[in-house]
């Protein structure tokens, strides 16, 4: 978390904060959150529990990295390698923690202090801003406390590791070995069939389409599928049919006023002329004409960020920044008084400071004498609605638990009661991609129980989260089967050609393998017209401007002594590549004593990770873990 956080802040907040803490959260500390979750867990790791709620954030925060990297939907496959990936990670983290623990390492105060204050987000122009950390870590409705805990388990992580890399050591021989290895180099000469150009139209008879059929059923097998009904109860639904009169707004206002009653607070644009305490008067006097003017496009109107862009730099660089909710006592003292001093809106002259001329601007009021409802009547309506509506959550959610229970065989009566639709959905699978409630691996996994679906009875109240609860009965089941041939004659013969595609391919390949070793150049092939042809000269074990399959075959065929060596490989893709090696330089060459310690200290941070990996390994295996997949 700790490192993710150098190196990605970017923003303000909820774009940085957010973005990062989520994912470091989702593969970190697990336990801290465990506790609060509720009762649903995908996994237990030697006692400590795994919540869904962790599994649910930190799916859908790696759910969203792979979407953003692929910039396409994912598919079922992708969706539960992700959902795997989930929950390893969160296994992997919480053994982690326990690990650290058992270490017995320690991080002073100090050390979390300083880590604290260096991140970037947390800082202004005066260095580290302590209500700015706390508005900062609230803003996500996290206490200090437990980001805190974390960072400290990070950093204690970090120190554990590190220790791994300083334990590492690599022989001379091994490095030698090495490093003549990355100096060999190969002149390769290839082609690639393509399995495309392969693929025919050629008409595939009755006989073969029906032998094909009948030989790979699970090829044309349907998914298992389901159609539920469920009821679904939120506070978040709730809210908005809360009725808010002024009255009972004002009331509620009074009654809380102490979480709307905050210490006075400025938001601030400032611009800034960096003076030197030692510049001359001609350099003051300079100064003070370029400020003034910028004062005078100021009280045009102009904005403050424009007028940065627009100035130009050989008379003085002038700094703009922002400053969210300041309170009193931060900034410089002359700047202070004129801002808790002013109205909303109001733009100061020039205010000279220690280390230069400033123009600043309030841009927001927040709290101190001003503080009235008015002010927070968008937020004190959002908030009654929000209590009120947890009030009747919880006696409608007993409501729904107990009638649903009662009454196994529907859920109109508990509909009824408590006054909520009835949602049935279409036929579905395990891996689907809606929207809504069906994106829930929760309810994906309870709507394939085979108890519920052998039963046909209500769910238990499923608890999505805090404020979130479904019951969900299973209204039928189709379970999966061979479809009809004439459902997937299409897909039969597409099938069919692709298979005679791939037999083209080996022969062709082969057949030109056979011609170039017989002694036929490349450009006089006769097995296969239309070969282009492309040569790398010098290639060594690490370009990337060749092929990964055919560069690992020209170095694994060996080395051409009195002719090139031919060789082949099918590629992942179906593809065939046809490789002559015809130089190859296995001589070792001079290497600096820089480049040498480039490469000790590469591997032996390759070395250091498969070290802690395989620690974390054995961890594992004499580890007492529990996975839950019903809950995934």
Known sequence: MLSM??????????????????????????????????????????????????????????????????SDSLTPEEEELIKNETVDKLIESELVNQLVIDSKLNIANEKLVESIKSIEVFRDDAGFDREKYERSISSIGMPTSIFEAQLRMDLLSEQLQAGFSETTFILDSELENILRLESQSRNITYTILGLPSFIGDDKISELDIEAYYQGNPNSFTSEEQVKIQYIELSVKDLAKDIEADEVSLRNFYNDNKGNYDIVEQRSVQKLFLRINEKATNEVRTKANLVINSVLELVNQGKDFEEIVEQSPEEEGILEYSEHSFMSKGIMEKEVDEFLFNSDEGTTSGVIKTKGGVNIVKVVEIRGGPENRFEKYAEKVEEDYRTKQAELQFFELADQLATLAYENSDNLEIAAAAIDKDIVETE??????????????????????????????????????????????????????????????????????????????????????VSELESGVVPDEITSYSGIEWATAEKVKRDDITVNRAILRSAFEAGKPINKPIITSQRLGSGDYAIIIISIANDEAVDIDEEQKNITDLKLRRILSKSEWEDLLKDVRNNSDIRIFNENI
């Open 427 to 512: 036929y579905f699978h395990r891996e689907n991609d809606l929207d809504g409630l069906l994106s829930n691996s929760l309810i994906v996994s309870k709507s394939f129980n085979p108890e519920l679906i052998n039963s046909g009875n209500n769910s238990d109240a499923i608890e999505l989260s805090d404020d979130h609860i479904v019951v969900l009965r299973v209204l039928d089941h189709k379970q999966p089967f061979t479809k009809p041939l004439d459902d997937v004659r299409v897909e039969v013969i597409a099938s069919i050609r692709l298979k005679h595609a791939r037999e083209k391919i080996n022969e062709t390949g082969d057949a030109i």
């Open 5 to 70: 956080i150098r190196d990605k802040v970017t923003g303000w907040i909820a774009g940085v904060i957010v973005g990062l803490l989520v994912i470091s959260f989702a593969f970190w500390g697990v336990s801290f959150y465990s506790a609060q979750s509720g009762d649903i867990n995908v996994a237990i790791v030697n006692d400590t529990e795994i919540s869904f709620q962790s599994f649910q954030r930190s799916f859908a925060q790696l759910r969203k990295q792979m979407q953003s990297i692929l």
